[in-house]
């Protein structure tokens, strides 16, 4: 009887050990195609954050903006943003470096509407599959007449 028991134990391991590397093998593997992911990831969470910096951005190279109308444009943005990711690229064990530039197109009240955009520097750890630094790149802030 014990003999049957250690079977079945030993078939419930292999049909485990199987089960796990099924599983195991559906993640990315390929370092850049994980640093893409996590980079798609961060955008999808800081949206609020961009377009708070954004609409700072725009504020700042328009005096007549206001306080309000900033806060108006900064939830536009929230709403319309998009993402354009760079190619990954590695700077190092384990780490990938990817420009994600976040874009939209705004109204701005009684100057019209505008395509603004600024690129984001992202440092991803694909082993912890996560971002471990992201700048704001503000030389690359583009405020152009629609």
Not at 31 to 44: C, D, H, Y
Not at 91 to 109: F, H, K, L, M, R
Request: glycine content about 4%; some cysteine.
């Amino acid at each position: 009887m014990k003999h049957k028991e250690k079977i079945v134990q030993i078939t419930y391991v292999l049909l485990l050990i199987g089960v796990i590397s099924i599983f195991s093998g559906c993640a990315p593997k390929d370092p850049a195609a994980i640093a893409l992911k996590v980079a798609q990831e961060w955008s999808a969470n800081n949206v609020d954050e961009v377009a708070e910096n954004i609409a700072g951005l725009v504020a700042k190279d328009n005096p007549v903006i206001k306080m309000a109308t900033t806060m108006a444009i900064e939830q536009e943005i929230s709403k319309r943003i998009a993402w354009e990711f760079s190619n990954p690229q590695k700077i190092g064990e384990e780490q990938y470096g990817v420009v994600a530039t976040a874009y939209t197109v705004i109204s701005v009240p009684v100057l019209g509407n505008y395509k603004v955009s600024v690129d984001y520097n992202l440092e991803i750890d694909t082993k912890e599959k996560q971002v471990i630094e992201s700048d704001m790149d503000a030389s690359t802030f583009s405020l152009v007449k629609q």
